[in-house]
T-cell receptor, first 114, second 116 residues
Framework: AQSVTQLGSHVSVSEGALVLLRCNYSSSVPPYLFWYVQYPNQGLQLLLKYTSAATLVKGINGFEAEFKKSETSFHLTKPSAHMSDAAEYFCAVSGTGTASKLTFGTGTRLQVTL | EAQVTQNPRYLITVTGKKLTVTCSQNMNHEYMSWYRQDPGLGLRQIYYSMNVEVTDKGDVPEGYKVSRKEKRNFPLILESPSPNQTSLYFC???????????????FGPGTRLTVL
């Protein structure tokens, strides 16, 4: 069974600082990995996904994530935080079977301060 | 506009009173799913459907029912709601028979349910 662990339920950064949100996965097969963002009072929106094509994945709004098999990690980064990045971020994992489903982490709430 | 819609957005009800939360998508997606979101637990899958008349249990199906009579609709039914079903519910859809791993899941805006 697949699972993901997000380290840190709350992360606070200053505007302009580096954003680093951590995600480690557990999977018995090569996984597909996703980052979703949830803005207040909204549904989830896909930021980026890893499906084995390239280990460094670029997403929307300047976010990117790197798949590191040796570390079983898929951390999300952004070089310079904006106030508009304040939201909850979810890492998710899926296997490669035909009935694969997404298993979500518990989420990390990002706070951006002036 | 491509979207997943849910109704109602907010619902307060009492224990034991049957309710239905509707979900509809206009993208002709085969795959649809229901999740509940609780603080500290992330999103957990309740039920999913690979296509019309094909549904299966997710991780937390107890107390819920679903049906998929039409491709665009996937209602969530709580026949006898209890306070532990107070939660934020999301419907999602995806456009491939191969499952959500290969394509983005599109999420509805959520339904906040309170059971007193």
């Amino acid at each position: 069974a697949q699972s993901v662990t997000q380290l840190g339920s709350h992360v606070s950064v200053s505007e302009g600082a580096l954003v680093l949100l951590r995600c480690n996965y557990s999977s018995s097969v090569p996984p597909y990995l996703f980052w979703y963002v949830q803005y207040p009072n909204q549904g989830l929106q896909l930021l980026l996904k890893y499906t084995s094509a390239a280990t460094l994945v670029k997403g929307i709004n300047g976010f990117e994530a790197e798949f590191k098999k040796s570390e079983t990690s898929f951390h999300l980064t952004k070089p310079s935080a904006h106030m508009s990045d304040a939201a909850e971020y979810f890492c998710a994992v899926s296997g490669t079977g035909t009935a694969s489903k997404l298993t979500f982490g518990t989420g990390t709430r990002l706070q951006v301060t002036l | 506009e491509a979207q997943v819609t849910q109704n109602p957005r907010y619902l307060i009800t009492v224990t034991g009173k049957k309710l239905t939360v509707t979900c509809s998508q206009n993208m002709n997606h085969e795959y649809m799913s229901w999740y509940r979101q609780d603080p500290g637990l992330g999103l957990r899958q309740i039920y999913y459907s690979m296509n019309v008349e094909v549904t299966d249990k997710g991780d937390v199906p107890e107390g819920y029912k679903v049906s998929r009579k039409e491709k665009r609709n996937f209602p969530l039914i709580l026949e006898s709601p209890s306070p532990n079903q107070t939660s934020l519910y999301f419907c999602a859809s995806s456009n491939t028979l191969a499952g959500p791993a290969y394509n983005e899941q599109f999420f509805g805006p959520g339904t906040r349910l309170t059971v007193l």
